[in-house]
T-cell receptor, first 116, second 114 residues
Framework: GAGVSQSPSNKVTEKGKDVELRCDPI?????LYWYRQSLGQGLEFLIY????????KSGLPSDRFSAERTGGSVSTLTIQRTQQEDSAVYLC??????????????FGPGTRLTVL | AQSVTQLDSQVPVFEEAPVELRCNYS??????LFWYVQYPNQGLQLLLK??????LVKGINGFEAEFNKSQTSFHLRKPSVHISDTAEYFC????????????FGDGTTLTVKP
């Protein structure tokens, strides 16, 4: 079956521009996560959606970052007024009912963002 | 709060040798523990996980890990590695009560040499 998909796979933008990154989770998965992976570093948690509950935004690094999940499915991560330090691979993952229950996260291939 | 420390950023090893990738965690609540692998130019995938029960967990590709609560460790082992095991390995922890948020370590790059 289809896994988690992300688009675009690569995005090059100029400093100060806004970008939108899209994630299509596995159908039926109620939990969706966004992470950032910088070169040579681990995964930095950004935001977590679980069903209809309010998202856990505690990992968003600044108010330039926001995310929404429409209809409990597709999610969009928006970065406003991009900065060079935003350059990273942005990973999306989904799980059937959240890691609170020990569920495996299924990861997408990521979007590589480069801010010039 | 919870944290994960992967003690080795890079582990070079020869083919058919045993390997151990070390992971320590800290958490104020009971945890679930995971190891994920990221092969070159691929996404992360689950190797194995500890939820409860037996502290020795077996995963895919011949890997296993042992949960040690007293030492707050979850080291990953394989008795004989292959060239194809070359990848980045991530240890992760999620708490029973923190609404699903997972914390990942910085990763360990395993390089298997012929």
């Amino acid at each position: 079956g289809a896994g988690v998909s992300q688009s675009p796979s690569n995005k090059v933008t100029e400093k100060g521009k806004d970008v939108e990154l899209r994630c299509d989770p596995i159908s039926g998965h109620t939990a969706l996560y966004w992470y950032r992976q910088s070169l040579g570093q681990g995964l930095e948690f950004l935001i977590y959606f679980q069903g209809n509950s309010a998202p856990d935004k505690s990992g968003l690094p600044s108010d330039r970052f926001s995310a929404e999940r429409t209809g409990g499915s597709v999610s969009t991560l928006t970065i406003q007024r991009t900065q060079q330090e935003d350059s990273a691979v942005y990973l999306c993952a989904s799980s059937s009912s959240g890691t609170t229950f020990g569920d495996e996260q299924f990861f997408g291939p990521g979007t590589r963002l480069t801010v010039l | 709060a919870q944290s994960v420390t992967q003690l080795d950023s890079q582990v070079p090893v020869f083919e058919e040798a045993p390997v151990e990738l070390r992971c320590n965690y800290s958490s104020s609540v009971s945890v679930y523990l995971f190891w994920y692998v990221q092969y070159p130019n691929q996404g992360l995938q689950l190797l194995l996980k500890y939820l409860s029960g037996s502290t020795l967990v077996k995963g895919i590709n011949g890997f296993e890990a042992e949960f040690n609560k007293s030492q707050t460790s979850f080291h990953l082992r394989k008795p004989s590695v292959h060239i194809s095991d070359t990848a980045e390995y991530f240890c992760a922890v999620s708490g029973y009560t923190n609404a699903g948020k997972s914390t990942f370590g910085d990763g360990t790059t395993l390089t298997v040499k012929p």
